[in-house]
C-alpha cells in the first residue's frame, strides 16, 4: 500500500541480486557454514513471530518486522551485532509503522520473557537500549519503511479482494456472485407471473424469450459494472483450500530470502503454484472431483461471458494456461518456487516436526538444530572479537572448528 | 568506518545547514542550501535523542509516506541522513503557505486564483487517495506555496493507509475546524471522504478570508456546523444515527449558507457543496471533483507563478499549540518547547549503545 509498488522504495532499492546477498553475508560466513546460517535465518524469524504474537501484533506487522530485520543484516553482520537487540527493535518499528504502535517498555518485557524462555541471555531489558538501537535500524534501512507483502496480491489474483484499496465493499467474486443470485430472483418472479397470465403451455418458448430479450441488459451493465473496475483479465475462481494452503506457505516464505530477491508478485505466484501442487498431491484419487472443483482453475462463467462480449480471448481454463496468462518470467518464477521449497528439509532437520523419532536418536555430527542456534550465535561473536584483538590469527580457521562450549 | 556509515556521511555533506525558521514539537525548522546547486532547502532536524519512548509517531509518518510519495503537489523529501542522535529530513523549501495568504488582507484574492489554488490541492490529493494515503490534517497551514507559485501538500504526521476493510481508525485526527461531522461523532470507519471536507471548507476559507467553521470545541464545532448548514436528515444522510459517539442536536433549518461563496459563480458553489455534503458516500472524491465543471469553465485558473504571495516571505511556521488546533495530544503531554536550541541532552559517545558490538 501507499504509493504503487513500481515507484516505491522496496522495488527502487531493497531488491536484491543473489551474489548481492552471498557478499553482505561474507563476514559471518568466516564463523558458519551456509547452512548454519540458513537455519540462523529460522531460528530469528521464529524468535520475530514468537515475540509478534506475544505483543498481539497481527501478521503483517510481523511480516514486515522479519523483512525489515533481513535488510538491516544486508547491511550488517550477526557476529559484530546483537541479534535479539535488533528483533526487538524490529518489531518496535513494525509496529509502528503498520499502524498498531506498542510501548517500548511492552516490548522490552515481552521480549525479556520470550527470549528467556528460548534460553537467550543476550538481551539485557533496557527501553534506552532498544529505542538506540531503533535508531541504528532507521538509519541502515535509510529511512525506507514501507513493505510490500504477498498477502495482498495472492488474494487479488484468486479474486478474492479488489486491488483497488478498498474503493468497493465486496471483491469481483462476491459482486458478481450477489449480482447473478438478483437477477436468477428476478427471473423467477418474472416467470411466476408469466406463468400465471399466459398458462403453462408455452413455457419453454416463453423461458426462452425471457433469457434472450429482457436480461440482456442486464447483463450488459453487469460487463460495464466489472469492467469498470479496471481489470480485463480472466476472473478465477480458485478453490479456498488452496487459497488458505497459500496463506500457511507465505507465512513460511518469511524463513527465507525471498522477500529480498523477489517482487511480492512473484513471491504471490510462486505459493500459488506450491499450492496447487500440495492440493493435487494431496488428492491423488478422485481426480475428477479434484479436477472440477479445485485442482483445475474454474472460471466464472460470467468472466467467459464479458471476455466474449468484449471480444477477448476466453479466459484460462486449467492451471498451466493460469500462470501462462500472467506476463511473468517463468524461469524467474520457478527459481523464486525453488528458494521456498528448499526451506522445508532445512526447517524439518533443523527443528523437527516428529519429535518423537528414534530416526532421531543417532544424531549426526554434522547436524544443527535450533538448540544449538543459541549457542552458536554467542560462538560467532565471540570468534568475532578475538578475530578483531588478534588480527593475525586467520579467522578462516575457526569457521570449520566444531569445537563446543560447555 | 563501515559502508552504511559512509553512505550516511556523504548524504549528510551534501548540505549546509543555516539559520532556524521554525520549530515543533518533534523538529526544528532549518533553512538549508545544497552545496553543489546551491539550491535553497529545509531541514527537519527531528530530535530523537530526546524521546525515552523511541521515534514518535508522527516523525515516523511523515518520513515512511514522504519516502515514497513523488508529486508536484507534494512536498518532495530530498534526502534523509542522521547526524548523532538526530534524524534530518531535507526538504524542497517552501516560502510560505496558504494560511499567510488568507489572512494577508493586503492581497486580493480572484476566483481564478482560488480556482488554481483548489486545483493544484486536489491534484496532489487525488494522488495521495489513489495510492491509498489520507492526509488526515488538511488545513491552510498545511499547503505550502513554492517561490514559483505551486501549492504542495505536507505534514505528514496523521497520515496513514486505508483499504484495509474492517480495521478501526482512530478519529481523533483533522484539525477541528476542518473536521467532518463523521468524526465528530466517532466514526471508525471512514476514508477519503473525510480529507475532502477538510478541501471544502478551506476553499470557503479562501473567500471568506476567515476560517469556515471555527469550533471551540468538538461540540461546538458540531453546533456550528450544524448552525451554517443545517442539521443533517436522514433522508440527506442515511444512518448518521448509528455513529457511536451520535448525539440528538437541537434542529437547525437549511439556509442558503453558501452565498458568502458566491464569487466562486454557480460552478464554484456547486462543486464547495458537493464537498461539503454530510453523507460521506455522497461527497465528491478527488477525482470527481477534478472533473468538476468548475474548473473547466472560465476564467480559466490562475498560472502558479501569477498567484497572489504574501510580502513578507520567510515567516517562521510557528506551529500552533496543540490545543488551540484540536490537534490530538501527544501521549506523553510534552507541551512544545519554545526555547531556541537544544544541544544539552546530546549524549556523550562513550555511553551509548553501540550498533555493533565491537567499535
Known amino acids: ?406 | 568506518m563501515d559502508l552504511a556509515a559512509e553512505e550516511n556521511k556523504r548524504r549528510a555533506d551534501r548540505w549546509i545547514k543555516g539559520i532556524k525558521v521554525g520549530e515543533g514539537t518533534f523538529a526544528n525548522v532549518y533553512k538549508g542550501t545544497e552545496k553543489v546547486t546551491g539550491r535553497q532547502v529545509a531541514i527537519k532536524k527531528i530530535k530523537i535523542g530526546e524521546m525515552k519512548d523511541g521515534l514518535d509517531m508522527t516523525a515516523l509518518r511523515e518520513v515512511k509516506f514522504l519516502q515514497e510519495l513523488r508529486h508536484p503537489n507534494i512536498i518532495e523529501l530530498c534526502d534523509v541522513f542522521s547526524v548523532k542522535q538526530n534524524i534530518n529530513l531535507v526538504l524542497e523549501f517552501l516560502d510560505t503557505d496558504l494560511e499567510a495568504i488568507i489572512r494577508d488582507k493586503d492581497l486580493i484574492i480572484q476566483q481564478a486564483d482560488v480556482k488554481s489554488w483548489m486545483l493544484m490541492t486536489l491534484r496532489g490529493l487525488e494522488y495521495l487517495h489513489r495510492n491509498g494515503v489520507l492526509h488526515r490534517d488538511l488545513k491552510p497551514n498545511n499547503l505550502l506555496i513554492s517561490a514559483d507559485g505551486l501549492t504542495k501538500i505536507a505534514d505528514f504526521g496523521l497520515a496513514r493507509e486505508f483499504g484495509d476493510p474492517g480495521q478501526r481508525m482512530t478519529c481523533q485526527v483533522i484539525t477541528r475546524w476542518y473536521r467532518p461531522p463523521e468524526l465528530l461523532w466517532g466514526s471508525r470507519h471512514y476514508s477519503s471522504s473525510v480529507d475532502m471536507w477538510s478541501v471544502g471548507t478551506i476553499c470557503v476559507e479562501l473567500v471568506w478570508r476567515a476560517p469556515f467553521l471555527p469550533g471551540e470545541t468538538d461540540l461546538d464545532q458540531l453546533k456550528r456546523t450544524f448552525e451554517m448548514m443545517g442539521t443533517p436528515t436522514d433522508d440527506e444522510w442515511p444512518g448518521h444515527k448509528e455513529l457511536p459517539d451520535y448525539h440528538p442536536t437541537a434542529m437547525h433549518p437549511k439556509q442558503p449558507w453558501w452565498t458568502i461563496i458566491a464569487p466562486l459563480g454557480a460552478e464554484g458553489v456547486e462543486c464547495v457543496r458537493e464537498m461539503l455534503k454530510y453523507d460521506p458516500k455522497a461527497r465528491l472524491t478527488a477525482e470527481q471533483a477534478l472533473q468538476h465543471r468548475f474548473f473547466s469553465v472560465l476564467p480559466r485558473p490562475t498560472a502558479p507563478r501569477l498567484l497572489p504571495k504574501p510580502k513578507a516571505e520567510l515567516r517562521p511556521r510557528a506551529l500552533a499549540p496543540d490545543e488551540f488546533t484540536g490537534k490530538p495530544r501527544v501521549e506523553n503531554g510534552n507541551s512544545m518547547k519554545r526555547k531556541a536550541e537544544s544541544p544539552a541532552v546530546e549524549p556523550s559517545d562513550g555511553k551509548r549503545v553501540a550498533r555493533r558490538l565491537f567499535v
Open chain 1, 1 to 406: 500500500m501507499s504509493s504503487s509498488f513500481w515507484s516505491s522504495s522496496h522495488c527502487r532499492y531493497w531488491l536484491v541480486t543473489r551474489s548481492h546477498l552471498l557478499a553482505a553475508r561474507s563476514l559471518d560466513s568466516q564463523y558458519a557454514t551456509p547452512r548454519q546460517l540458513y537455519c540462523l535465518g529460522i531460528w530469528f524469524a521464529n524468535l520475530i513471530q514468537k515475540l509478534g504474537k506475544k505483543l498481539n501484533l497481527r501478521q503483517i506487522p510481523i511480516a514486515t518486522a522479519t523483512v525489515l530485520f533481513r535488510r538491516f543484516y544486508l547491511k550488517n553482520h550477526y557476529c559484530e551485532t546483537n541479534p535479539y537487540l535488533v528483533i526487538a527493535a524490529c518489531l518496535f518499528v513494525a509496529a509502528k509503522v503498520e499502524e498498531t504502535p506498542v510501548h517500548i517498555k511492552v516490548v522490552v518485557n515481552d521480549a525479556k520473557i520470550v527470549f528467556t524462555e528460548n534460553g537467550i541471555r543476550m538481551f539485557s531489558p533496557e527501553p534506552t537500549k532498544v529505542g538506540e538501537m531503533e535508531f541504528y535500524l532507521l538509519e541502515d534501512l535509510d529511512f525506507h519503511l514501507v513493505v510490500f507483502h504477498p498477502y495482498r496480491s495472492l488474494l487479488h489474483i484468486c479474486g478474492r479482494e479488489p486491488a483497488d484499496s478498498g474503493k468497493f465493499a465486496k471483491s469481483r467474486v462476491e459482486e458478481d456472485a450477489e449480482i447473478k443470485r438478483k437477477e436468477t430472483e428476478a427471473r423467477r418472479k418474472h416467470e411466476d407471473a408469466r406463468k400465471v397470465s399466459l398458462g403453462v403451455g408455452r413455457m419453454n418458448a416463453m423461458i426462452d424469450d425471457v433469457s434472450g430479450g429482457e436480461w440482456e441488459e442486464s447483463e450488459e451493465k453487469r460487463i460495464r459494472r466489472l469492467m469498470g473496475r479496471g481489470s480485463g483479465e480472466g476472473l478465477m475462481d480458485i478453490d479456498e483450500g488452496v487459497v488458505q494452503m497459500c496463506l500457511f506457505v507465505i507465512n513460511d516464505t518469511y524463513r527465507t530470502d525471498v522477500h529480498l530477491l523477489y517482487p511480492p508478485y512473484v513471491i504471490s505466484l510462486a505459493v500459488l503454484y506450491i499450492g496447487f501442487c500440495f492440493v493435487a498431491k494431496n488428492n491423488p484419487t478422485g481426480t475428477r472431483t479434484t479436477r472440477g472443483s479445485s485442482f483445475q482453475v474454474t472460471n466464472l462463467a460470467s468472466s467467459t461471458d464479458i471476455n466474449a462480449a468484449l471480444g477477448l480471448d476466453a479466459p484460462p481454463t486449467g492451471v498451466a494456461e493460469f500462470f501462462a496468462s500472467f506476463e511473468v518470467s517463468l524461469p524467474i518464477l520457478f527459481a523464486c518456487i525453488q528458494d521456498i521449497i528448499v526451506l522445508y528439509p532445512i526447517w524439518e532437520a533443523f527443528e523437527p516436526m516428529s519429535r518423537g523419532a528414534d530416526a532421531k536418536a543417532e544424531k549426526d555430527k554434522d547436524s544443527f538444530t535450533s538448540d544449538d542456534a543459541e549457542a552458536l550465535v554467542r560462538r560467532m561473536i565471540e570468534a568475532r572479537a578475538v578475530a578483531l584483538t588478534h588480527p593475525d590469527t586467520s579467522s578462516y580457521q575457526l569457521a570449520g572448528s566444531k569445537r563446543r562450549r560447555p
